[in-house]
């Protein structure tokens, strides 16, 4: 059986029962949060997010995986008074975080740059996965980039690379984010196969966000796992399209493909206050999924079992299927 690494350590991946595929705990912009967001470092903050957590447990939920990376406010110490708080799983990530240009650290250091050195992201990727994250001992277990209507900007594919490259030294699997709009998960599944990943091994994040069914055939159709995971986020197409949309993959049989998720967080930055964040996004929080969008998937006639193969089965895969393909190989 696999092992998945948590913040809690390892557990067979049959242990991660329900998840929560694409999440986050706290997202913000370090710098300014150090600077102008002092109510962020009061013991207040983790109470919060782990009594989330614990109302999500109570949901049924039993793990999230936390996509945070370099760029979107990683910061593992805080994130482990909130794990010791709450018994969900949370999974957390490397990997980097833009649309544009690599993490200033890395500009000058690199392959043929002013520093010229190996990639060093490689590096600093797979020491988060085997020794753990920033002298913590708590392992990635998830890789995370990103790409968006800028398209493959030379910054986001030399983390794209970076990533990959990851992968195949340490057999954990990808989620990328994604602008379904340009069709960019199908850029995402070329550079990923020419650097030889598994396109199973692969989410192709945030295609909840098109209605567009060819588009997620297709990506599926090469054996990516759909993210439909940005439920309570209603400004870019409406509750009932997300809904409408999955209903319709289920029915082509693409069941398989899909898992659920909110993409929300429980403290962010990029809101002046918790309550801006709430007014601003009322259904964005981690019991949405539970209270609003399980009756109309059920409503629209999605079975109860079809709705555990996206919570259950699918990220199941997703973590034991890399991992397993890894262990034959080495
Ligand atoms: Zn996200």
Redesign the pocket.
């Given at each position: 059986m696999s092992r998945i690494e948590t913040m809690r350590g390892p557990i067979d991946a049959g242990a991660l029962g329900r998840v929560l595929i694409?999440?986050?705990v706290f997202?913000m912009h370090m710098e300014y949060t150090q600077n102008y967001r002092p109510d962020f470092f009061g013991d207040e903050t983790a109470v919060r997010a782990a009594a989330k957590l614990n109302a999500l447990k109570a949901a049924g939920i039993d793990t999230i995986v936390d996509?945070?990376v370099l760029g979107?406010g990683r910061h593992i110490p805080n994130l482990a008074k909130v794990a010791a708080r709450t018994d969900v799983n949370i999974i957390v990530s490397t990997g980097a975080?833009t649309f544009d240009e690599v993490p200033a650290p890395f500009a000058f250091y690199g392959p043929g740059l002013l520093c010229n050195a190996p990639e060093p992201m490689i590096a600093h990727f797979v020491r988060d996965i085997v020794e753990g994250i920033g002298g913590t001992g708590i392992k990635a277990g998830e890789l995370k980039c990103a790409i968006d209507t800028l398209g493959l900007r030379p910054g986001v594919e030399r983390i794209m690379r970076a990533v990959a490259r990851t992968h195949a030294i340490t057999g954990v699997p990808i989620t990328v984010?994604t602008a379904p709009q340009t069709e960019s998960g199908l850029v995402v599944q070329r550079v990923l196969a020419e650097e030889g990943v598994n396109l199973e091994d692969v989410i192709i994040?945030?295609c909840g966000d098109t209605t567009d069914i060819d588009y997620l055939m297709k990506l599926a159709d090469k054996g990516s796992i759909l993210g439909m995971?940005?439920f309570g986020i209603n400004f870019t197409i409406t509750p009932e399209q997300r809904i409408r949309t999955i209903t319709d993959m289920v029915h082509r049989g693409y069941v398989d493909h899909l898992t659920l998720s909110h993409?929300c967080a429980c403290w962010s930055d990029f809101f002046p206050t918790v309550d801006a964040y709430n007014a601003a996004m009322p259904d964005h929080h981690y019991l949405h999924i539970h209270q609003k969008v399980l009756p109309a998937l059920l409503e629209a006639g999605v079975t109860h079992r079809q709705i555990e193969k996206m919570f259950v089965d699918n990220p199941r895969r997703h973590f034991e299927a890399a991992a397993k393909r890894f262990s034959t190989k080495s």
């Open positions: 694409h999440e986050h997202l996509l945070t979107l975080y984010h994040g945030h995971d940005r993409d």
